[in-house]
Nanobody, 128 residues
Framework: QVLLVESGGGLVQGGGSLRLSCAAS???????????YAWFRQAPGKEREFVAG????????YYKDSVKGRFSISREDAQNMVYLQMNSLNPEDTAVYYC??????????????????WGQGTQVTVSS
């Protein structure tokens, strides 16, 4: 069992910043080879969408076009943590943000099916 727990969401004014955290743990966490992580988000009435992803080494990152230059994903393996730094937030960024983790080959970073473990989500609300 692998658990992902997100934190750091909240209410922020437009133009503000938030830093989301994702803590990975679980009884079998040390026995699985988590290869890559990503952040997805789901706004009310919309499908869950890819936001950012990071490879095993952290050298490769991918971003949704609308967040490039504003969001930054990072990982700290020693602490089993993944972060999403979000700057210049706008109301269109309002959503529940989910952390996902996957195994094996990262052949489609933006595809939801690549991620087999998910957190429960954290709400981000950006006011205008």
């Amino acid at each position: 069992q692998v658990l992902l727990v997100e934190s750091g969401g909240g209410l922020v004014q437009g133009g503000g910043s938030l830093r989301l955290s994702c803590a990975a743990s679980g009884r079998t966490f040390n026995n699985v080879n988590i290869a890559f992580y990503a952040w997805f988000r789901q706004a009310p009435g919309k499908e869950r969408e890819f936001v950012a992803g990071i490879s095993r080494t952290g050298e490769a990152t991918y971003y949704k076009d609308s967040v490039k230059g504003r969001f930054s994903i990072s990982r700290e393996d020693a602490q089993n943590m993944v972060y999403l730094q979000m700057n210049s937030l706008n109301p269109e960024d309002t959503a529940v943000y989910y952390c996902g983790a996957g195994l094996g080959v990262w052949y489609a970073p933006r595809a939801e099916h690549q991620y087999v473990y998910w957190g429960q989500g954290t709400q981000v609300t950006v006011s205008s």
